[in-house]
C-alpha cells in the first residue's frame, strides 16, 4: 500500500516553474472530458497565493441544461477528511485536545474497548490499525437523523481493529468517522455546525456546506458508470453519516479559497504551525500522510482525492510556491470505461505546470470489464449446449465421468468465492460498497458468479435426470 501510494504521488512528476495555466486547461478539457463520461467539471487554479483561474464545462445534470459553474457545488468526498483534521487541530490549540491521549478519554463508549487506546495523533495520520475494508462498510440501516453519526461511532467502538494501533498504516474512512465525533462531543455542536461556524465562513466558503441529510439544489447531480454510459442518481441527498470522512459540499472557488488559506503561512483559522504539522509526514509509520493530507517528501506536493457515490476530486498544492489546483466532477469512474483519473490529474498537472504520465492504454482494464460482462452470456450458452447434448452428458461414466460432471462444480464455487469475497478483500471494499460507487461492476461479479455456479448445478441436473440406468 505504502509503495502504491508513492508511485501515486510520483506519477505527477517534478515541478517545474508555473505558467499561465488556461490554455493548456482547456486542452485538456477537450481531450478528456467526453471519454472521461463526466456530465460536469469545475477546477480553480491558486498561483503565487492568489486565485489566477476559475472554470467550468458541462451540466449538473446529464439531460439538463443547467450549467457547470465555478460556484456549483460539488461533494468533494475525502478531500472533506482535511476538514476534520483542521477542526481537531483548532480544538488541540485551544486546549480541548490532546494528540496523544487516547479516545476513550473523549467518547467513552470506547472505554473498555479494544479501540479505547487508540491516540488522536493515530486516527488523525490512519495509523490506528483500523484497516481499508473495515473504514468501507455500506450501512444499510441510515435513518438520516442527527444522531446518525453519533450511532455509527457507537457501532465501531465495537469492532476490533485489523491492526495494533501506531503498527501499520491503512487508509481508513473509519478513523474519521471517529474524529468526527470527537468534534461534536468536544465542542458541544453538530459536525455540520461546527465546520460551517469555524472554517466554511471564516475562509469566505460562500457557495459551501457539510452533508446534513438534506437534498439540496444548489448541489450538482452525481452519476455512476453504466456498462459505458452514465446514469444520474436516483437521489441526490446528503449523508450525515460520512459527513467527516467524505461530506463537504463546495465549490470551485471556494476549494480555492480554503487551498489558499492552507498555503499562507499565517495564524487564521488555525496557526502556521498547525497547518504545517498537518501537510508533513506523521512519522515514521506514516511517510506519506501527515493530518488529512497525503504528502510527498521528495518533491514537496501535497494532496487528497475524493471519491463518493457519482462525485470524485481532486486537491493539490505546492505550499513552498503557494501554487495549487482542485479539480471537482459530478461522475463516477468506472472500470477502464469513463475513468475520471486522466481528466482529473491532466488538469491539476496543466494548471500547476507539472510533468505527468496518463498512465497509457486503459484497454487492460476494459478488456478485463468486458470479459466478465460476457463470462455470464457464456455460461448461459453453456447451460443451452449442455441441454442440446444432454444425451452425452447422461452416458457419463466412471471415475473419469464422473471428475468431468462434478470438478466444475468446485471449480465454479471457488470462483464464486474470490469474485464475491477475495476481490473486494483485496480492493479493500465489501461487495455491497463496489456496486454503490460502480452498480455496472457490482452485477457483473454477481452474475458472474452466479451463472457459474448455476451451469455447473445445471449440468448436474441434466446428468442425474433422464438417465435410464446407474452412471
Same mark, same amino acid.
Given at each position: 500500500? =505504502?509503495?502504491? %501510494?508513492?508511485?501515486? *504521488?510520483?506519477?505527477?512528476?517534478? $515541478?517545474? #516553474? !508555473?505558467?499561465? +495555466?488556461?490554455?493548456?486547461?482547456?486542452?485538456?478539457?477537450?481531450?478528456?472530458?467526453?471519454?472521461?463520461?463526466?456530465?460536469?467539471?469545475?477546477?480553480?487554479?491558486?498561483?503565487?497565493?492568489?486565485?489566477?483561474?476559475?472554470?467550468?464545462?458541462?451540466?449538473?445534470?446529464?439531460?439538463?441544461?443547467?450549467?457547470?459553474?465555478?460556484?456549483?457545488?460539488?461533494?468533494?468526498?475525502?478531500?472533506?477528511?482535511?476538514?476534520?483534521?483542521?477542526?481537531?487541530?483548532?480544538?488541540?490549540?485551544?486546549?480541548?485536545?490532546?494528540?496523544?491521549?487516547?479516545?476513550?478519554?473523549?467518547?467513552?463508549?470506547?472505554?473498555?474497548?479494544?479501540?479505547?487506546?487508540?491516540?488522536?495523533?493515530?486516527?488523525?495520520?490512519?495509523?490506528?490499525?483500523?484497516?481499508?475494508?473495515?473504514?468501507?462498510?455500506?450501512?444499510?440501516?441510515?435513518?438520516?437523523? =442527527?444522531?446518525? %453519526?453519533?450511532?455509527? *461511532?457507537?457501532?465501531?467502538?465495537? $469492532?476490533? #481493529? !485489523?491492526?495494533? +494501533?501506531?503498527?501499520?498504516?491503512?487508509?481508513?474512512?473509519?478513523?474519521?468517522?471517529?474524529?468526527?465525533?470527537?468534534?461534536?462531543?468536544?465542542?458541544?455542536?453538530?459536525?455540520?455546525?461546527?465546520?460551517?461556524?469555524?472554517?466554511?465562513?471564516?475562509?469566505?466558503?460562500?457557495?459551501?456546506?457539510?452533508?446534513?441529510?438534506?437534498?439540496?439544489?444548489?448541489?450538482?447531480?452525481?452519476?455512476?458508470?453504466?456498462?459505458?454510459?452514465?446514469?444520474?442518481?436516483?437521489?441526490?441527498?446528503?449523508?450525515?453519516?460520512?459527513?467527516?470522512?467524505?461530506?463537504?459540499?463546495?465549490?470551485?472557488?471556494?476549494?480555492?479559497?480554503?487551498?489558499?488559506?492552507?498555503?499562507?503561512?499565517?495564524?487564521?483559522?488555525?496557526?502556521?504551525?498547525?497547518?504545517?504539522?498537518?501537510?508533513?509526514?506523521?512519522?515514521?509509520?506514516?511517510?506519506?500522510?501527515?493530518?488529512?493530507?497525503?504528502?510527498?517528501?521528495?518533491?514537496?506536493?501535497?494532496?487528497?482525492?475524493?471519491?463518493? +457515490?457519482?462525485?470524485?476530486?481532486?486537491?493539490?498544492?505546492?505550499?513552498?510556491?503557494?501554487?495549487?489546483?482542485?479539480?471537482?466532477?459530478?461522475?463516477?469512474?468506472?472500470?477502464?470505461?469513463?475513468?475520471?483519473?486522466?481528466?482529473?490529474?491532466?488538469?491539476?498537472?496543466?494548471?500547476?505546470?507539472?510533468?505527468?504520465?496518463?498512465?497509457?492504454?486503459?484497454?487492460?482494464?476494459?478488456?478485463?470489464?468486458?470479459?466478465?460482462?460476457?463470462?455470464?452470456?457464456?455460461?448461459?450458452?453453456?447451460?443451452?449446449?449442455?441441454?442440446?447434448?444432454?444425451?452425452?452428458?447422461?452416458?457419463?461414466?466412471?471415475?473419469?465421468?464422473?471428475?468431468?460432471?462434478?470438478?466444475?462444480?468446485?471449480?465454479?464455487?471457488?470462483?464464486?468465492?474470490?469474485?464475491?469475497?477475495?476481490?473486494?478483500?483485496?480492493?479493500?471494499?465489501?461487495?455491497?460498497?463496489?456496486?454503490?460507487?460502480?452498480?455496472?461492476?457490482?452485477?457483473?461479479?454477481?452474475?458472474?458468479?452466479?451463472?457459474?455456479?448455476?451451469?455447473?448445478?445445471?449440468?448436474?441436473?441434466?446428468?442425474?435426470?433422464?438417465?435410464?440406468?446407474?452412471?
Amino acid at each position: 500500500m =505504502r509503495l502504491f %501510494l508513492a508511485a501515486l *504521488v510520483l506519477g505527477l512528476g517534478a $515541478v517545474l #516553474p !508555473a505558467a499561465t +495555466p488556461d490554455r493548456s486547461i482547456a486542452d485538456v478539457i477537450d481531450r478528456e472530458f467526453s471519454a472521461s463520461g463526466v456530465p460536469g467539471v469545475a477546477y480553480a487554479v491558486v498561483v503565487d497565493g492568489e486565485i489566477t483561474s476559475v472554470g467550468a464545462r458541462g451540466v449538473a445534470e446529464i439531460g439538463g441544461d443547467e450549467e457547470v459553474t465555478p460556484t456549483t457545488a460539488f461533494l468533494t468526498g475525502s478531500i472533506s477528511k482535511s476538514f476534520t483534521a483542521l477542526a481537531v487541530m483548532q480544538l488541540v490549540e485551544a486546549g480541548e485536545v490532546d494528540l496523544d491521549t487516547g479516545v476513550s478519554h473523549y467518547l467513552h463508549g470506547f472505554s473498555g474497548r479494544p479501540a479505547g487506546a487508540i491516540t488522536v495523533r493515530q486516527l488523525l495520520s490512519h495509523t490506528s490499525g483500523f484497516s481499508t475494508l473495515q473504514g468501507n462498510v455500506s450501512h444499510t440501516d441510515t435513518t438520516g437523523g =442527527r444522531d446518525e %453519526l453519533e450511532r455509527r *461511532v457507537d457501532r465501531i467502538a465495537e $469492532v476490533i #481493529p !485489523a491492526h495494533e +494501533p501506531g503498527e501499520t498504516w491503512e487508509y481508513s474512512n473509519t478513523n474519521y468517522q471517529i474524529l468526527g465525533r470527537l468534534v461534536e462531543v468536544v465542542s458541544g455542536q453538530e459536525y455540520q455546525a461546527y465546520v460551517a461556524a469555524h472554517i466554511l465562513e471564516p475562509v469566505g466558503m460562500e457557495h459551501s456546506f457539510v452533508a446534513d441529510g438534506e437534498v439540496h439544489e444548489s448541489m450538482a447531480t452525481g452519476h455512476r458508470p453504466w456498462f459505458d454510459t452514465t446514469r444520474p442518481l436516483p437521489a441526490n441527498p446528503t449523508d450525515r453519516g460520512t459527513a467527516p470522512q467524505g461530506g463537504v459540499v463546495a465549490s470551485a472557488g471556494d476549494m480555492a479559497r480554503y487551498l489558499q488559506m492552507m498555503m499562507n503561512g499565517e495564524d487564521d483559522v488555525v496557526s502556521a504551525g498547525s497547518k504545517s504539522l498537518m501537510m508533513r509526514p506523521a512519522g515514521a509509520e506514516s511517510p506519506f500522510y501527515g493530518f488529512g493530507w497525503f504528502v510527498d517528501p521528495d518533491d514537496g506536493s501535497v494532496w487528497h482525492s475524493g471519491s463518493s +457515490p457519482g462525485f470524485e476530486s481532486l486537491a493539490t498544492m505546492v505550499p513552498a510556491e503557494r501554487k495549487a489546483a482542485v479539480v471537482l466532477v459530478n461522475g463516477g469512474s468506472g472500470t477502464g470505461f469513463g475513468e475520471t483519473t486522466r481528466l482529473r490529474n491532466g488538469i491539476v498537472a496543466a494548471a500547476l505546470d507539472l510533468d505527468y504520465d496518463d498512465g497509457g492504454s486503459r484497454w487492460p482494464q476494459k478488456a478485463l470489464f468486458i470479459a466478465m460482462v460476457l463470462l455470464p452470456v457464456g455460461y448461459l450458452l453453456s447451460m443451452v449446449w449442455a441441454w442440446r447434448r444432454r444425451g452425452e452428458i447422461r452416458a457419463k461414466s466412471g471415475a473419469f465421468g464422473l471428475f468431468s460432471l462434478w470438478f466444475p462444480l468446485l471449480t465454479t464455487f471457488g470462483a464464486a468465492w474470490v469474485v464475491l469475497g477475495l476481490v473486494p478483500s483485496l480492493i479493500g471494499a465489501p461487495l455491497a460498497t463496489i456496486a454503490l460507487f460502480q452498480p455496472d461492476l457490482g452485477l457483473a461479479l454477481v452474475a458472474t458468479a452466479g451463472t457459474g455456479v448455476l451451469w455447473a448445478v445445471f449440468r448436474l441436473g441434466v446428468a442425474y435426470t433422464g438417465r435410464s440406468g446407474p452412471a
